[in-house]
């Protein structure tokens, strides 16, 4: 049992007093509350980095994938997402993909997507708190949730509010509220991305790696990457961070510097085949976290559900995007798709194609997901959006891309002012 000591009772201030508070700033969280605040919510945001848009833009990672039914020609997604993609395409910050993709659809210069959620935020008047980090909640006596306790330069301050929005990525605010939060055996690896200048494309990472991984202490993996928008950087991810928990303070600490020592590697690795050393330009502010806690939810969403198309009559969101598990036993990443095809990929051996669905079958047009999967047993007022969503392993791999996060804050915001304006507890407002 570690060693506690007991603070003196300290007055805490009242920074601010709003409808609902959103915790995690990432696109999930920013557009729940815009979709919030566009209803007409008054509506905080609290983020721990300097900037909005979490593993998108201060981790770095710049695809967003397919927007499209799996006959990628009729548009599923729209919202939040497609706004984005319309407002930076403006000023040519978005590349598509040349012809229709089931996986990839737009690749975002992620840089310039900070400012535009800045701007989306102050256009929809949610009031943002950046460098702010949720510590802790309140609660009436009858357990009700009553404000979250934020620490920021200011020291520690309380963000009163009727409805809270747990976009933290671990259910840190379920957590704090003393929910319940499961995780799987082996959750997915982290990658902690980066930006380079002359990296020499079209070598096979895979097999490096698996060359130099015991001179650089580095685990099996393999690298891919993306030219970002308008310039003639890379973005890298390729770092492979097993076994360490970031829902910790200790565990985010030890897989930043465990992703910068790998990427570093990366680059001796180049240098040794005898190419020019590429430049590392920019390192990501937030390691890339795959997988931590999920909620116990009202309702679990499975992969059968999920890849056989099942519609729920609280459908959150659509996608097609595949199950993508990356696994640490064997190394590599298992693709299932909603047309039954699996595909295991070896970081340096052929991929291995089998079904995990009969063929006779049909592929469904997309998947759903119900917004109780969001919805934390056990509060009134506590709603979720992001990757601790209630689904089995694959079912997540799938769930867990962007477009669907994207629109798993949209959902929460949308159920938090119903339940506002109702004046009903989250868990009926579902329907
Ligand atoms: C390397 C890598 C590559 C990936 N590639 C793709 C891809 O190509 N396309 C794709 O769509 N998806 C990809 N994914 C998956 C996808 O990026 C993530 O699953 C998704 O971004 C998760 O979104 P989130 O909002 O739930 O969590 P996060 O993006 O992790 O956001 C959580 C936010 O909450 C903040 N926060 C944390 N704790 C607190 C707290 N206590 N108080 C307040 N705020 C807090 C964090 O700072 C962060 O901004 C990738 C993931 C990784 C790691």
Known sequence: MAETIQLPTMSVPVIADVDIVVAGGSCTGVFAAITAA??????????????????????????????????????????????????????????????????????????????????????????????????????????????????????????????????????????YAGGQLWRNDVMQTSTACVKVSQWPVGISTGKLIHEYAAKYNLPEGFIWGKKSVGSNTYMLAGTNIPNIDESTQAGLTASEIEGRRQMRAFMDIIAETGRPRPVIEALPSLVGIRETWHIRSLHQITTDELLSGKVFPDTAG?????????????????????????????????????????????????????????????????????????????????????????????AAGAVAFKSLDKNLPIHECWQ
């Open 38 to 175: 566009r209803k007409g919510a008054h509506v905080a945001v609290i983020e721990p980095q300097n900037r909005f848009g979490g593993t998108c833009t201060a981790g770095q990672v710049c695809i967003w994938h397919s927007f499209f039914a799996t006959d990628d020609k009729t548009q599923i997604v729209f919202g939040l997402s497609q706004e984005v993609v319309d407002r930076l395409n403006r000023r040519n910050l978005v590349e598509f993909w040349d012809k229709p993709n089931p996986h990839c659809y737009v690749n975002l210069n992620t840089e310039e997507l900070c400012m535009e959620l800045d701007e989306m935020v102050q256009e929809a008047h949610v009031t943002p708190f950046l460098h702010s980090r949720a510590v802790q909640i309140l609660k009436a006596d009858d357990g009700t949730l009553t404000g979250l306790v934020v620490a920021s330069k200011d020291g520690l301050g309380v963000i009163k509010a009727k409805i809270f929005i747990d976009a933290t990525g671990d259910g840190d605010i379920v957590r």
């Open 318 to 410: 659509k996608g097609t995007y595949r199950s993508d598990i990356h696994m640490r036993n064997p190394v590599g990443t298992l693709f299932r798709y909603l047309d039954g095809t699996q595909i295991f990929q070896s970081p340096y051996k052929p991929a291995e194609t089998s079904r995990w669905r009969d063929e006779s079958l049909p592929t469904p047009p997309y998947y759903t997901w119900p917004v109780r999967s969001q919805i934390p047993v056990g509060f009134d007022n506590l709603i979720t959006a992001g990757r601790m969503i209630d689904a089995d392993a694959g079912a997540y791999g799938a769930l867990r891309v962007m477009i669907n996060m994207n629109q798993s804050g949209e």
